[in-house]
């Protein structure tokens, strides 16, 4: 009779410490077939719908869950993850007083955490999983906002990395953080633009901006990365 009574006690505070922790998940899913290719063309940008098929960077789905002090985000995309100098995964996961992100490069992996209120030193490190078709990683959390104010990824292939004016592939989850969002039509691939999902609708699209490639600085993204890494390897 103790015995059970004792039993009984701890499935009650089990019950309550599992209950008092708070979880928070979202899923952004993407369709297939949205890869766009940008290149420069007489110093503007145009971008397409990809002629060529590139699922190891076709982004299906991006999610994020924050459970016990911990945010993980997953990326999946309808092939298999490569490692590749050219390609780059990445995501972000913002709040009102923390920012979160995660680079894949060439098996270069990075997780970082900065709070933005207290100037406080990032929190770095390279928790990173692949399997297959996706891409997984943990890290504590920073702040004390657990609501995401903005939570995006994206994964894209360059002909040569950091070069600025390269030409690139990529998908962006939601589509409104493409580059060529908003120009012309939505340039989500999803068939809603002008009969075709294409900017422009005729599978073009143009850019004016030729301070560098959009969406992402390349260069700054490796040089960043670069430097993180270094610090990382140096804490451990």
Not at 83 to 91: D, F, G, K, L, W
Not at 111 to 123: I, R
Request: charged letters at 20%; hydrophobic letters at 35%.
């Amino acid at each position: 009779m103790k015995l059970c009574k004792i039993s009984m006690l701890m499935i009650g505070v089990l019950v309550l410490l599992l209950s008092s922790i708070t979880v928070s998940a979202e899923t952004e899913t993407d369709p297939t077939g949205d890869v766009y290719h940008a290149k420069m063309i007489d110093s503007v940008w145009s971008y397409q719908l990809s002629v060529d098929s590139k699922p190891y960077i076709d982004i299906t789905e991006l999610t994020y869950t924050i459970s016990g002090g911990q945010l993980t985000l997953s990326m999946k995309v309808s092939g298999n993850i490569q490692s590749s100098e050219n390609i780059a995964y990445m995501a972000w996961f913002n709040t009102s007083d923390a920012t979160y992100q995660m680079y894949l490069i060439n098996d270069q992996k990075l997780v970082m955490g900065m709070n933005t209120e207290n100037g406080s030193m990032p929190v770095m490190n390279s928790d990173i999983t692949i399997s297959g078709d996706t891409i997984t990683c943990s890290i504590e959390l920073v702040g004390t906002d657990d609501t995401s104010l903005e939570f995006w990824g994206s994964a894209m292939e360059y002909t040569e990395i950091g070069i600025k004016n390269s030409e690139w592939w990529g998908d962006f989850t939601p589509g409104t953080y493409a580059p060529f969002w908003g120009q012309d039509g939505d340039g989500d691939g999803d068939g809603d633009t002008n009969g075709g999902g294409d900017v422009n609708g005729d599978g073009s699209g143009s850019g004016t901006d030729g301070d560098g490639t959009p969406g992402f600085e390349a260069i700054a993204v490796i040089t960043a990365l670069a430097i993180a890494i270094i610090i990382l390897r140096r804490r451990k």
